[in-house]
């Protein structure tokens, strides 16, 4: 009888530290949501694709032409931007209209500028293709400019497969972009902005989205993915 009590005791003594017991102990502060693994594990339903995908997209295919927009598509040129905006207009975003800051960024201050790893990978998988590759860019041509200098050197692009950049301007009224893209009758176009894919469905042809970088004065960030296109995985670099 006595081993019997014994070991009922010991069962009684385990039981208090079940849970129940212990989630009497106080819980510290919530400072947070906090997140489960559920929505860790949530993901938007985009058309993800790799410079791999892309490359076995066009396998078959003759050469073609394709072009890219430059600002946070090939280029992460933010440090300039920024600069223009606080030398000419710190409070809003007139800079964007000021003659003399686009004769600075055009000719000087793309030297801050960092080549895209995405940029360069996708520009010298095009070249390999034999593809023809411009770059139309939404910024206000100048009487002068080394962007297309800077770029060839910052993607290492062969002098005589570099063709000269082509400034479409940024008009809110259009998008300038299409005519060129129609004339130099590209069959893909890359961007980070939502202009840039709109003006490749306007066209018809196959427009593919740029991640742009977190860090970008190019605020509010793009919702990449929105209109159905595809998205280059691990491009915001």
Sequence with gaps: MKKITLTLSALVLALSFTAPS???????ETVSP???V????QQQPVHWVSIQQIEQSLAGQPPMAVGFDIDDTVMFSSPGFYRGKLEYSPNDYS??????????????WDKFSMPKK?????VHMHLKRGDNVYFITGRTKTKTETVTQYLQQGLAIPADKMNPVIFAGDDASKNNKVSWMRDHQLKIYYGDADADI?????LNIRGIRILRAANSSYQPLPK???????V???SQY
């Excluded at 212990?22 to 510290?28: E, I, N």
């Excluded at 709109?198 to 306007?202: K, L, N, R, S, T």
């Excluded at 990449?224 to 595809?230: I, N, S």
């Design 22 to 28: 212990q989630a009497k102990v106080p819980l510290p």
């Design 34 to 36: 906090g997140v489960t």
């Design 38 to 41: 559920v929505e860790l594990a």
């Design 95 to 108: 800079y964007l209209k000021n003659a003399e800051f686009w004769e600075k960024m055009n000719n000087e």
């Design 118 to 122: 995405v940029g360069i990978e996708l």
């Design 198 to 202: 709109a003006a490749a469905h306007e």
């Design 224 to 230: 990449a993915g929105q209109f159905g296109e595809e």
């Design 232 to 234: 280059v995985i691990n």
